[in-house]
């Protein structure tokens, strides 16, 4: 089945860095868009960022554009988010997801399915 | 910046009707879709494109859009859908969640 199994979160100081993983298997990784999104505590959803199947195409959230990089690894079904000068609002569990799409006869996207998370905490 | 917003909180009786709403400008000309988090656990996908849904969720849980509103309906509502519920849109190649609705069901 399609499973999605992030790693790499844990506590980092202010202006660290950190690197999560996702690790995509029960589907064909390189066909598809891939997502992370965040939920800090008690709070809502927030997207963060994506990425084309072919890593060409790449969005990030004003949030955190210049400092998050996200990328893939085709041959290794692996999504990556290196996260650079983390502040104490990057506190959030770090979900990855794929994205599902239609393009006709209109287009749409989704998000399904999500993986566990991993929590990451900024904090000196 | 695309805004969705939500009630915090809507609360049902069990076996009633549970509708969540989801306001956004001309949300209708776009395609929304529900996610249902259950506490400590992973979103799901529970419906799509405004009104379908995945293999695996009940019919129980359906979806319309029109205007500036999205509106997910919980039909004959049981204990487990008991969650928090965040509608979801694309504008301008970026998605926007909403503000999410936690559902009580009494």
């Known amino acids: 089945q399609v499973q999605l199994v992030e790693s790499g979160g844990g506590l980092v100081k202010p202006g660290g860095s950190l690197r999560l993983s996702c690790a995509a298997s029960?589907?064909?990784?390189?066909?598809?868009?891939m997502s992370w999104i965040r939920q800090a505590p008690g709070k809502g959803l927030e997207w963060v960022s994506y990425?084309?199947?072919?890593?060409?195409?790449?969005y990030y959230a004003d949030s955190v554009k210049g400092r998050f990089t996200i990328s893939r690894d085709n041959a290794k079904n692996s999504l990556y988010l290196q996260m650079n000068s983390l502040r104490a609002e990057d506190t959030a569990v770090y979900y990855c997801?794929?994205?599902?799409?239609?393009?006709?006869?209109?287009?749409?996207?989704?998000?399904?399915?999500w993986g566990q998370g991993t929590l990451v905490t900024v904090s000196s | 910046s695309y805004e969705l917003t939500q009630p915090p909180s809507v609360s049902v009786s069990p076996g009633q009707t549970a509708s969540i709403t989801c306001s956004g400008d001309?949300?209708?000309?776009?395609?929304a879709c529900w996610y249902q988090q259950k506490p400590g656990q992973s979103p799901v996908l529970v419906i799509y494109?405004?009104?379908k849904r995945p293999s695996g969720i009940p019919e129980r849980f359906s979806g319309s859009n029109s205007g500036n509103t999205a509106t997910l309906t919980i039909s004959g509502t049981q204990a487990m859908d008991e969650a928090d519920y965040y509608c979801?849109?694309?504008?301008?190649?970026?998605?926007?969640f909403g503000t999410g609705t936690k559902v009580t069901v009494l």
């Open positions: 997801a794929r994205v599902r799409q239609q393009l006709v006869p209109s287009f749409t996207r989704w998000f399904d399915p």
């Open positions: 029960g589907f064909t990784f390189s066909d598809y868009y």
């Open positions: 990425i084309s199947s072919s890593g060409s195409t790449i």
């Open positions: 001309k949300l209708g000309d776009k395609y």
């Open positions: 494109q405004d009104s």
């Open positions: 979801q849109a694309w504008d301008s190649s970026t998605p926007f």
